[in-house]
């Protein structure tokens, strides 16, 4: 393991190697039809080796600096993932994105990975924004942003097609 980041006494941030492929495929096959409401990439997660090539690449595009991918652990247990999908260093900003077994919810894991994240971004980084964009209707992922102080910057119409679906995302920053 390359780094494990403890967020509280229940949560730690693993980044997330190749040996975690078969335990990321077990959480998304097994929920594949919650993920699929509001994420387009759970259709074509058909087999451990798909996890394993997504996590071949999220290694790669944190050794170029461009992402940092983190498995949930939660009590001992991998729940979900967290990332900053983008690190734009220009930019100063980065993009939080998430995940979380369906069964996880509701016990504030999404909340306090986030912030920590958020903070990390902030203080140690020298990151001047965090970004998130959520589906406009996808209220929890939403709730997450506006428990944490995130300002709505606006609504992107027709910005993700999920399935077949079209639908709005929400754009949270949240400023140092």
């Not at 980041?5 to 975690?20: A, H, Q, R, Y």
């Not at 929920?31 to 058909?46: A, G, S």
């Not at 909340?111 to 209220?139: C, P």
């Amino acid at each position: 393991m390359l780094f494990k980041l403890k967020v509280d006494s229940e949560i730690n941030l693993v980044f997330l190697t190749e040996k975690l492929a078969d335990t990321i495929f077990q959480l998304v096959d097994s929920d594949r039809e919650h993920l699929n409401k509001w994420l387009p990439w759970p259709t074509y997660t058909k087999s451990v080796k798909d996890s394993r090539l997504f996590i071949k690449n999220s290694i790669v595009a944190f050794a170029e600096g461009r992402s940092m991918t983190c498995a949930i652990e939660y009590r001992g247990d991998i729940v979900g993932v967290v990332s900053y999908n983008k690190i734009l260093r220009p930019l100063k900003k980065v993009e939080i994105g998430y995940w979380l077994s369906s069964k996880y919810q509701g016990k504030g894991i999404i909340t306090r990975s986030v912030d920590y994240l958020t903070r990390y971004a902030l203080d140690e980084m020298g990151m001047e924004k965090v970004e998130i964009a959520a589906a406009s209707e996808n209220q929890p992922s939403r709730s997450v942003c506006e428990r944490l102080g995130f300002n709505l910057e606006g609504i992107i119409k027709n910005s993700e097609n999920l399935h077949g679906r079209l639908v709005d995302l929400a754009i949270y920053g949240f400023y140092k």
